[in-house]
């Protein structure tokens, strides 16, 4: 990678939670890359099993094939009244609930997991499930779509759009939550290898599970006079999900997974900045994604201040980029980036970001293979280590963290903890709830000024073998300061228990590696977002074996 280090940018650049909190999907987004991956070997595909009446109750399950292994999702449809449909994660029914299957199921799983998918975290499921999930429909969006079908005519255009899914999922459980296999069970599968792989399969087989569903009901409710949704409205609809903080502390927990995320991210915008021209294609390519985001711009909506205003920022810089002319000579896609720092916002940079990454899939698509983690490698601590160096570390890779005063009431008025009742981590508010004292350690800012100060009582030669015999609580705080020589991505540069501290910046981080759209903060906690909108469906992307 050291070609390109002269345009790659710095963590102290990147790491901030007000740029994190502006990226936009790209094709290296965990999606994109199972769908390339699926279609690149020639998966196949099937439905096994449709057995859902006219109120959309039911089973089915739908397979995937791989060169090596098959993968299905199992169905439950419900009949859930409508006041019992919600986001909350405290919600106890749902309009359907899925599993995800290593292999193909026999009937006795399926009765199995009948009795345990529905009920979800009060249910168990086995190793031999990958994922467990749930989702409610968007029940407005949903019975228009089910009642113009049944009538012989297509739904409202705008409003399919403008919504963007049929359904919203309020979890994706994996990696060995509630009996399902364990990450290391899987990891070593090519095709699980990557961050989620199991999961955004999961949410791609549902999502093809709910459009035949709404069109299955219109049948029957319509009889000879139903239609099938058109083509192009139809790949419209994705998969809505709602993510509260539950989601937010991955990123501080996974520091070596956040680094590799973050460094291909920024090397793939290396690359494409080094080019010493422009070819054709990836002009013709560019053109195409930024009509495309200009496009989604325009119906991403929002009813929350700050998205409001971050969408209109994005709806100027695209329109920004649109009047820039490209040319072939003199590293012309670096001098749009250049030209984007100093015009743009975080919103209009990060989107510029991502449509040059996606012009150019032969520089970057390979990089796709190096966002997984051996998290086990960063975690032995080098004890022979001397405080003097570790202070160095510090003032090098923390210096963000040393100057800031988390004494003052505004620098440390939140703490996370983990909730007794769904254990889904929470935040607290230090001077208003009580339970700080079950606060758990994501204040890394805090905790590597605290670490500094203590050192800074040891004699520089003394080792932390030593230091840390007489200060053991600092263990995990040493540990991450010399993980950071390694991975310089790995730490948000920000005080994640500050006042003015925004989760959803976090979640919109992660979930635009997942390659999510449409984000929409409902607050400052949780989110509502769109997956797989206009991504091709099963039967038009792999062998049809049915």
């Known amino acids: 990678m050291s070609e390109t280090a002269h345009f790659r940018r710095s963590p102290d650049d990147v790491m901030r939670l007000s740029r994190m909190g502006s990226f936009h999907p790209s094709r290296l987004s965990f999606m994109q890359t199972l769908l390339r991956r699926l279609e690149r070997e020639k998966w196949s595909f099937e439905r096994r099993l449709f057995q859902i009446d006219a109120r959309g109750v039911g089973e089915a399950v739908y397979t995937v094939h791989g060169p090596d292994r098959a993968y299905s999702l199992i169905a439950f449809g419900h009949d859930l009244p409508d006041e019992m449909r919600s986001d909350r994660v405290i919600a106890t029914a749902w309009d359907a609930t ?16 009948s009795a345990q998918v529905p009920l979800q975290e009060a249910g168990r499921i086995s190793e031999r499930e990958l994922c467990l999930s749930r989702a409610n429909r968007s029940a407005r969006l949903f019975n228009h779509v089910v009642d113009s079908l049944a009538a012989g005519r297509q739904p409202d255009a705008g409003q399919v759009r403008s919504v963007g899914y049929l359904m919203r999922t309020t979890a994706v459980y994996g990696s060995g939550k509630f009996g399902a296999a364990d990450r290391s069970d899987i990891a070593d599968r090519a095709e699980l290898r990557g961050p989620f792989q199991a999961e955004m399969l999961t949410v791609w087989l549902i999502r093809t599970f709910v459009l035949d569903l709404v069109e299955h009901m219109a049948r029957l409710k319509g ?18 999900n709602s993510t509260g903080l539950g989601m937010a502390p991955f990123l501080v927990n996974h520091p ?91 919103e209009g940079q990060e989107a510029l970001a991502s449509l040059l990454i996606d012009a150019h899939p032969e520089l970057v698509d390979g990089l796709s293979d190096c966002m997984d983690a051996d998290e086990d490698r960063g975690f032995r601590i080098d004890g022979s280590m001397t405080v003097a160096r570790l202070m160095g ?72 073998s030593e230091f840390l015999l007489a200060h053991p609580e600092h263990r995990h705080m040493v540990r991450r300061a010399q993980r950071s020589v390694r991975y310089p991505f790995s730490e948000i540069h920000d005080n994640l228990i500050a006042a003015d501290m925004l989760p959803i910046d976090m979640l919109r981080c992660k979930l635009s590696f997942f390659g999510a759209t449409r984000f929409d903060p409902r607050s400052d906690r949780w989110v509502r977002i769109c997956m797989y909108q206009d991504a091709p469906f099963p039967n038009e992307l792999l062998e049809s074996t049915t």
């Open 98 to 113: 899925f599993a995800l299957f290593d292999g193909i199921p026999q009937q006795s799983d399926i009765r199995r997991l």
């Open 223 to 240: 009889g000879d006079a139903a239609v099938s949704l058109e083509p192009g409205l139809r790949r419209s609809l994705g998969i809505g």
């Open 256 to 346: 070596i997974l956040l680094n590799n995320w973050m460094l291909v991210r920024e090397e793939a915008l290396a690359r494409v900045r080094a080019q010493s021209d422009a070819t054709d294609d990836a002009i013709r390519r560019f053109q195409d994604g930024l009509h495309a985001a200009r496009e989604n711009a325009a119906i991403w909506q929002s009813d929350h201040p700050l998205q409001q205003q971050k969408l209109s920022d994005l709806r100027g810089d695209l329109d920004q980029i649109a009047t820039r002319t490209l040319d072939g000579q003199d590293h012309p896609w670096n001098r749009l980036w250049v030209w984007g720092q100093e015009n743009l916002h975080f």
């Open 393 to 464: 570390i510090l003032q090098s890779n923390y210096h963000w963290a040393l100057d800031q005063d988390y004494d003052a009431p505004q620098g440390q008025a939140r703490f996370w903890y983990v909730s007794e009742e769904k254990l889904e981590p929470r935040l607290g508010e230090r001077f208003e709830e009580p339970g700080a004292d079950y606060e758990q350690p994501l204040a890394v800012g805090r905790d590597a000024k605290r670490l500094y100060q203590s050192l800074s009582d040891w004699d520089g030669s003394e080792t932390l």
